[in-house]
């Protein structure tokens, strides 16, 4: 089920529930979806080339669209300098959570690779903020991906000691 508006969870479940008698929804070829109310309740067809579980065929890709959106820019030359400062005072760019060297894995050619985190959710700023080097955590991609996956929202310290303490129970 898919329901757009979760704080109406509850009473969509029930609802639904009621108006399929008890049963399950259909399952196999066919997804339920579930949008604002029950009148909105249908079954949505998989798309041609989707049936079932064999992928065979492949599934198209490539598809060129356009599409013209607003994003806010983050300052490079901050990251540079953190990075920058990092490599002065360390020789290398370590990963501040799990101690990943992408030159030790990658060679040189991973040489000033390293993702910048912002400390500071950048979402949750309005409007030009100004950001120092200490404003951003030089982490890993796995850890990157994992410091925006996680609730709540961890450090990258957080994240260090939850890998210690997940390797200590090994």
């Known amino acids: 089920f898919q329901v757009a508006r979760f704080h109406r ?8 529930k009621q108006f399929l008698g008890g049963k399950l929804p259909p399952q196999g070829d066919r ?8 009148e909105d309740f249908k079954i949505i067809e998989p798309a041609k080339g989707m ?7 492949g599934f198209p890709e490539g598809k060129e ?9 983050r300052n490079r030359k901050a990251v540079k300098l ?3 400062r990092r490599f002065e005072d360390t020789g290398k760019l370590e990963c501040e959570a799990c101690s990943f060297d992408f030159v030790k894995t990658y060679g040189d ?7 910048a985190h912002h400390t500071t959710p950048f979402a949750s700023t309005k409007g030009i903020t100004r950001v120092r080097v200490k404003d951003f955590a030089l982490v890993c991609s796995n850890c990157h991906r994992m410091l925006h996956r996680l609730r ?10 939850h890998l210690a303490a997940t390797a200590a129970r090994r």
């Open 109 to 115: 050619r991973a040489a000033g690779f390293i993702e």
């Open 82 to 84: 953190a990075k920058l």
């Open 51 to 57: 049936a079932g579980d064999d992928d065979e065929d």
């Open 65 to 73: 669209s356009y599409k013209q959106h607003r994003s806010r820019e």
């Open 31 to 38: 997804a339920s979806a579930v949008w604002d109310d029950v």
């Open 9 to 16: 969870l509850d009473p969509i479940a029930s609802e639904v």
């Open 152 to 161: 709540p929202m961890m450090t990258a310290q957080d994240l260090k000691e």
